[in-house]
């Protein structure tokens, strides 16, 4: 059974991970939308709409390593250790797999390539399924509770 405080600490960090989640969503839509459509019309890379959701992504991974690491796991000692970021890199790869599959299939099996198809495929559908896979990853392997090492003397 969970005790109150570990059910506390929980639920603060999934709120926390949601507002991150929340702010990444936003970047990675924003800068999509630019890179595609533009404000009226085409963007610089409308017809590379894969190549431009990559780009929003990495730049929205960015937003969420800082604020998960800052802020909803503020309270872990995490020593610097590469292989930390080798995991979120790892982490984020199969997330943007997981956005690209649905934008892909929306755009090249269904055929659909309006703004409207881009953003509910490969923003709110793929970005669900991603920050689902990440809050299931991000707790145990990223940024997994570590003690700190004793001192030495």
């Known amino acids: 059974m969970m005790h109150a405080s570990t059910a506390t600490r929980k639920a603060r960090?999934?709120?926390a991970f949601l507002v991150i989640g929340?702010?990444?969503f936003l970047v990675d839509a924003g800068v999509y939308n630019l890179l595609v459509f533009w404000v009226?019309?085409?963007?610089?890379?409308?017809?590379?709409?894969l190549v431009a959701k990559i780009i929003s992504i990495v730049i929205a991974s960015i937003v969420t390593y800082v604020g998960n690491r800052y802020w909803t796991?503020?309270?872990?000692?995490?020593?610097h250790r590469l292989s930390r970021y080798a995991?979120?890199?790892l982490c984020n790869l199969i997330a943007?797999?997981?956005?690209?599959?649905?934008?892909a299939f929306s755009r090249y099996?269904?055929?659909l390539d309006d703004v409207i198809a881009d953003n509910v495929s490969g923003t709110f559908i793929g970005q669900t399924l991603a920050t689902v896979f990440r809050f299931l990853t991000y707790d145990r392997f990223v940024f997994p509770h570590e003690e700190?090492?004793?001192?030495t003397r």
Do not use: E, K, M
């Open 22 to 24: 929340g702010l990444a």
């Open 73 to 79: 796991y503020s309270d872990r000692h995490l020593p």
């Open 40 to 49: 009226t019309g085409d963007g610089p890379l409308h017809g590379q709409p």
């Open 96 to 103: 943007i797999g997981l956005q690209l599959g649905c934008l």
């Open 13 to 15: 960090q999934a709120g």
């Open 109 to 111: 099996v269904l055929g």
């Open 87 to 89: 995991i979120f890199v």
């Open 148 to 151: 700190p090492a004793p001192p």
